[in-house]
């Protein structure tokens, strides 16, 4: 019996310690390489660090070829994706605003630390100036808010078929604090809608 309890104590304490005690997260994305240039996690007493990709071993070039396929497959699915956007964009503006507005709320319940900060630096484009466009406007609508310690600078370039650039940042979080968060983002979702809104868009592709 008093093993159990014990057990029971100890499962009770590592719960609330990964609940509850703050996660620290730094990272350093190079959008251009598709590489985290260093990332960093902290929780007390612990450290990690790690990185992900890096430089590209000589292996690759045997797979140029099947590349180049994947790429115009890619190309084609982005022409898909673009239309089903845009006719989404059109049909459900309110809607799509309004998941908008609560990914804003969700971020906001979740980093409410001061000590943070996100800095992004963009440039180039997509395969679509349509895309391209839309990208711009809505990182000029995130510029419009006064949150001082999110910067993000966009330089849109029509011509280029890639998006580049740089992300670094620093967040603290509760595991408790995003899932609290999470629950509350779906609750006020127009789950209905959504759902009505995915499923006519997917007959329209299958028809």
């Known amino acids: 019996?008093?093993?159990?309890?014990?057990?029971?104590?100890?499962?009770?304490?590592?719960?609330?310690?990964?609940?509850?005690?703050?996660?620290?997260?730094?990272?350093?994305?190079?959008?251009?390489?598709?590489?985290?240039?260093?990332?960093?996690?902290?929780?007390?007493?612990?450290?990690?660090?790690?990185?992900?990709?890096?430089?590209?071993?000589?292996?690759?070039?045997?797979?140029?070829?099947?590349?180049?396929?994947?790429?115009?497959?890619?190309?084609?699915?982005?022409?898909?994706?673009?239309?089903?956007?845009?006719?989404?964009?059109?049909?459900?503006?309110?809607?799509?605003?309004?998941?908008?507005?609560?990914?804003?709320?969700?971020?906001?319940?979740?980093?409410?630390?001061?000590?943070?900060?996100?800095?992004?630096?963009?440039n180039g484009g997509f395969a679509s100036p349509d895309l391209t466009g839309c990208l711009y406007g809505g990182v000029c609508a995130v510029r419009s808010m006064p949150v001082k310690a999110i910067n993000i600078e966009y330089n849109p370039d029509f011509n280029v078929e890639r998006l580049g650039g740089e992300v670094t940042g620093r967040v603290v979080v509760r595991i408790s604090t995003i899932i609290k968060e999470l629950l509350l983002f779906a609750w006020r979702l127009p789950k209905l809608k959504i759902l009505k809104t995915y499923f006519r868009i997917k007959r329209r592709r299958n028809g």
Request: charged share 25%; aromatic share 10%; net charge positive.
């Open 1 to 122: 019996m008093i093993l159990l309890i014990s057990i029971l104590c100890f499962l009770i304490a590592v719960l609330t310690y990964i609940l509850f005690m703050p996660i620290f997260f730094e990272i350093n994305y190079d959008i251009d390489n598709r590489t985290v240039q260093k990332g960093v996690i902290r929780i007390y007493p612990f450290k990690f660090s790690f990185k992900i990709g890096g430089e590209k071993k000589a292996a690759d070039a045997d797979k140029t070829v099947a590349a180049g396929k994947k790429k115009v497959k890619r190309k084609k699915k982005m022409q898909g994706l673009k239309i089903d956007f845009m006719r989404l964009l059109r049909e459900e503006y309110m809607m799509l605003k309004q998941i908008g507005v609560e990914a804003m709320r969700l971020a906001a319940g979740i980093i409410k630390t001061p000590d943070y900060h996100l800095n992004v630096s963009l």
